[in-house]
């Protein structure tokens, strides 16, 4: 019987592969591919984004990334995953400073928005893995059901329905967008 080790990928081989049109998250040196996901799911993330952004921006409270950008976790292997949003207050990473790869620097909040692929252990085991890297605040937006849920640090998830307001708690203080709003079209 005859075994081949896998060869593992860096994070620098997963910036070259995007280069080529290949596009995925890396984890523990282990390529998983990602794939467009649709119009639904990406006009949410364009919504939360928008409302997100202009409220960062308007208190220069730090920076908002898209799913391309990419936070470095681990080394050797490398892991590199891919949130839909990701924020860094302006306290982990201050004005000025360029990132021209992926940031190393886990992010304060963290957005992902449940795909048609994913099932709900998956999207809640990753909501876990944001929080286990110091992601203070993790929201799963479910657009089948039109709820968000909220993890927080201490293992606490909260479910909130149309009706409900998602805020930014003491991430990001003032900040309030109604759940409804970033379902309707």
């Known amino acids: ?26 984890i523990r040196g282990v390529l998983c591919k990602t794939m467009s996901v649709g119009q639904e799911h990406g006009e949410i993330v364009v ?3 928008i409302r997100l952004g202009n409220f960062i921006e308007a208190g220069n409270l730090g920076r908002l990334v898209a799913s391309d950008s990419g936070v470095w976790l681990e080394h ?10 990701a924020f860094f207050s302006a306290e982990k990473i201050p004005p000025g400073i360029r990132i021209t790869g992926y940031s190393e620097t886990v992010p304060d909040l963290v957005v992902e928005v449940h795909s048609p692929s ?3 252990r998956e999207v809640h085991d990753k ?3 944001w929080l286990s890297y110091g992601v203070r605040l993790v929201w799963v937006v479910h ?20 009706n409900d307001t998602l805020d930014g708690v003491e991430v990001l203080p003032g900040f ?9 079209v």
Do not use: N
């Open 127 to 129: 909501a876990r893995m």
């Open 176 to 184: 309030a967008c109604v759940i409804s709003d970033l379902f309707s």
């Open 143 to 162: 657009p089948d059901t039109r709820t968000v849920d909220v993890h927080r640090p201490e293992y606490s998830v909260s479910t909130l329905t149309d």
């Open 1 to 26: 019987m005859t075994t081949t080790k896998q060869q593992l990928l860096t994070a620098d081989d997963l910036l070259c592969l995007y280069s080529q049109g290949v596009r995925g998250e890396l």
């Open 47 to 49: 919504k939360l984004t």
């Open 118 to 120: 994913d099932s709900m």
């Open 76 to 85: 050797d292997p490398d892991t590199v995953r891919e949130p839909d949003i």
